[in-house]
């Protein structure tokens, strides 16, 4: 009989902001979105040969969604599509995935993320990640979560130290993103750090409203 991994599948909400399960309809906004955000996306993402715009075709996003869909059935990621609702309607604006799982005495995984640049600066993916760390951290039984960003992304840096990770390590040509060996920083925080601010969300909604 098939079990369900641990916390998934889940529906995220706060105000205006859903993270849900991705769609096989979910292909073309995506699409449009990736493909609208080249210059914004492209020099921080690794990804398979081709332009931009195969790789990020209604067509290729088939071949995403079920590896998205095989990664949380078999308990490796939470992927959710960060969704925002305005005057009514509900559109895709970004993506949050709790990634590379493993449980047993590590409990951990690592947090990636992407909004559209059209949204940025309105909190939305602080908000995102701040709902699925607390939802890692509590329905899917994680203890840690790591993020790591190129340091010269700027933005990426601003969301996880808003929201308060911890700066722990330098990992030298850590992974290989637009042609080059790039080096990353590691963040992490652990379920620990904000239990008793009762979680990442709470703790971010603080943060917002000072």
């Not at 706060?14 to 993270?19: R, Y």
């Not at 939802?135 to 840690?144: E, K, M, S, V, Y």
């Not at 990426?156 to 330098?170: N, T």
């Amino acid at each position: 009989m098939f079990r369900r991994p641990p916390g998934w599948p889940a529906v995220l909400v706060d105000g205006p902001i859903v993270l849900r399960p991705y769609r096989r309809s979910d292909a073309t906004a995506w699409s449009e979105i990736r493909r609208a955000n080249q210059g914004w996306l492209s020099p921080w993402e690794s990804h398979l040969p081709g332009s931009w715009d195969e790789v990020n075709s209604p067509v290729a996003f088939r071949f995403v969604h079920a590896d998205l869909r095989r990664s949380a059935r078999t308990g490796e990621g939470m992927p959710f599509a960060v969704c925002l609702r305005e005057e009514g309607r509900e559109r895709l604006v970004g993506h949050v995935n709790v990634g590379s799982i493993v449980r047993r005495a590590f409990c951990s995984g690592y947090v990636g993320y992407w909004v559209d640049s059209r949204v940025a600066g309105r909190g939305v993916i602080p908000t995102a990640v701040a709902l699925a760390v607390d939802h890692a951290f509590g329905p899917g039984g994680l203890h840690r979560i790591e993020v790591n960003i190129r340091p010269e992304n700027t933005p990426s840096r601003r969301v996880v130290e808003k929201l308060g990770f911890r700066e722990e390590a330098y990992h030298v040509r850590y992974m290989h993103i637009d042609g080059a060996w790039r080096d990353h920083i590691g963040y992490a925080m652990t379920s620990e750090e904000v239990a008793a601010e009762g979680g990442l969300l709470a703790r971010w909604h603080r943060v917002r409203d000072s």
